[in-house]
């Protein structure tokens, strides 16, 4: 049976009862069904991505402060509504599970050849490197920002049904970027963030960070404290969408920002959700239907195994994209900045999972 899009009320519905908090487990229920036998499962693409899924099943920890495993050490992040599921692959300290099989060969790097400017890929639940290529020099990261500020907007614990309104100020940036949202625009948070996360709004982004407790400039602080929580010391964050080329990382940093990213459920569906058909009301310009696909290929494809991913793209950082996957039932975390056309991006990430499921696994 075909599946067919979230409505605009089973996206709030989801993300209410990520927020609730307790014990109780809450049930979203897609297009009729009453198969109560799905549970929550980490994403990694498919039929476990947000537009597809016939029923997701939500379980709140209930704990005000998530332990967060960079890879790098455990770090304490305060999260009012803790947006993590007990039922996915984290034990209940929020680490890697460790009862996966096999690992990543020896600490030998991957044999393979990349043409972007900076890449990192580790073995996540070790934290073990298997390739690197410049990893440790900052770089403009563009719209992989977005990662960072959906973890500010879940950690504030804000309403996700509340409206936010498209003002003019949210499409000024840094740079002129292409829109097809409108100034009078009215989405709920929820649909925001899926926005920025998916098609990678530029305005939905602003608008998530003008509408934070204490305005703009309160977002952009919490910003960057988030990333020196994280340990990422070369980061900086200038705005929240990534058009302002101050906003740069190394690619050792951004692996831990995707691995703290990780704890976010609605991060994993809302980033690897193929495609959504927004309901945009708009008093002045009139009502519209916008349908919207990932800007990811390999999301939309299908063909890897996905949990989280962003793209990200300006004339100073060229072409981006993180994403974590499984290969060999091991997580591993992708970070690849700099490559000078969509093609070097794609056959980069290509060539390393290729590489990653023909290693030998002992």
């Known amino acids: 049976m075909k599946q067919l899009p979230l409505t605009k009320q089973q996206l709030i519905a989801a993300m209410i009862s990520l927020s609730l908090g307790g014990v109780a487990q809450a049930a979203l229920t897609i297009n009729g069904s009453a198969d109560t036998e799905s549970s929550a499962r980490i994403s990694w693409g498919g039929a476990d991505s947000l537009s597809e899924a016939r029923k997701i099943m939500y379980k709140s920890t209930g704990s005000a402060i998530k332990k967060?495993?960079?890879?790098?050490?455990?770090?304490?992040?305060?999260?009012?509504?803790?947006f993590g599921s007990s039922n996915n692959s984290y034990t209940s300290s929020n680490r890697y599970n460790t009862t996966y099989r096999g690992a990543f060969g020896s600490s030998d790097m991957i044999p393979i050849?990349?043409?972007?400017?900076?890449?990192?890929?580790?073995?996540?639940?070790?934290?073990?490197?298997?390739?690197?290529?410049?990893?440790?020099?900052?770089?403009?990261?563009?719209?992989?920002?977005?990662i960072m500020t959906?973890?500010?907007?879940?950690?504030?614990?804000?309403?996700?049904?509340e409206e936010i309104i498209l003002d003019a100020e949210d499409f000024v940036g840094p740079k002129r970027a292409s829109s097809r949202l409108k100034v009078g625009d009215r989405l709920n948070r929820a649909e925001m963030l899926l926005m920025a996360l998916m098609k990678s709004e530029n305005p939905a982004a602003k608008s998530l960070a003008r509408n934070y407790p204490g305005g703009y400039s309160a977002f952009m602080r919490a910003m960057n404290r988030k990333a020196q929580d994280l340990g990422m010391t070369t980061a900086?964050?200038?705005?929240?969408?990534?058009?302002?080329?101050?906003?740069?990382a190394s690619s050792k940093d951004l692996v831990k920002m995707v691995r703290a990213a990780g704890n976010y459920d609605v991060i994993r569906r809302f980033s690897t959700t193929k495609s959504y058909d927004f309901f945009v009301s708009n008093y002045s310009r009139g009502n519209r239907t916008y349908k919207a696909n990932n800007t990811s290929s390999l999301v939309r494809e299908?063909?890897?195994?996905?949990?989280?991913?962003?793209?990200?793209?300006?004339?100073?950082?060229?072409?981006?994209?993180?994403?974590?996957?499984?290969v060999n039932n091991r997580p591993a975390i992708i970070v690849i900045l700099g490559a000078n056309s969509s093609a070097t991006r794609w056959g980069d990430a290509k060539n390393i999972l290729n590489s990653l499921a023909t290693r030998r696994t002992v």
């Open 302 to 326: 299908g063909g890897y195994p996905i949990g989280i991913s962003k793209t990200g793209f300006i004339n100073e950082a060229g072409r981006c994209v993180v994403m974590e996957t499984r």
């Open 150 to 161: 959906a973890m500010v907007v879940l950690d504030a614990g804000l309403d996700m049904r």
């Open 113 to 146: 050849s990349t043409d972007s400017r900076s890449v990192a890929v580790i073995d996540a639940e070790t934290g073990e490197s298997i390739y690197e290529k410049d990893a440790d020099i900052a770089r403009p990261m563009a719209s992989i920002t977005k």
């Open 236 to 248: 900086f964050f200038g705005d929240p969408t990534g058009l302002d080329k101050r906003n740069v």
């Open 68 to 82: 967060v495993d960079t890879g790098y050490g455990t770090t304490n992040i305060t999260n009012t509504n803790s």
